[in-house]
């Protein structure tokens, strides 16, 4: 009886330290440049990463800028051509 008993707190003893495993992997994000387990604190895994997020946004942001001027001049070309017509 007394050998039941034990494996049950050895059992008891594996489950805490499983539950403390899953506490200590859940709270976490990932980077958000490759996508790499990081603290829930962090949003990238290294100032590299963190670099070539910040390039990438503003490379975005440039070609987002430079389609809106592009449809802009687009709908002008097309007022004045049609206004000519
Ligand atoms: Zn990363």
Not at 14 to 32: A, F, G, S, V, Y
Not at 35 to 44: E, H, L
Not at 50 to 71: A, C, G, H, P
Request: aromatic letters at 8%; one cysteine or more; glycine letters at 2%.
């Amino acid at each position: 009886m007394e050998d039941i008993s034990q494996q049950i707190e050895e059992l008891k003893l594996e489950i805490e330290m499983l539950r403390n495993d899953m506490k200590k992997t859940q709270p976490h994000r990932h980077c958000l440049n490759c996508g790499i387990s990081v603290p829930p604190d962090k949003n990238f895994c290294s100032q590299k990463c963190e670099d070539e997020w910040n390039r990438m946004v503003k490379r975005k942001k440039q070609s987002t800028y430079i389609w809106l001027i592009f449809f802009v001049i687009l709908m002008l070309i097309l007022l004045l051509t049609s206004w000519g017509a």
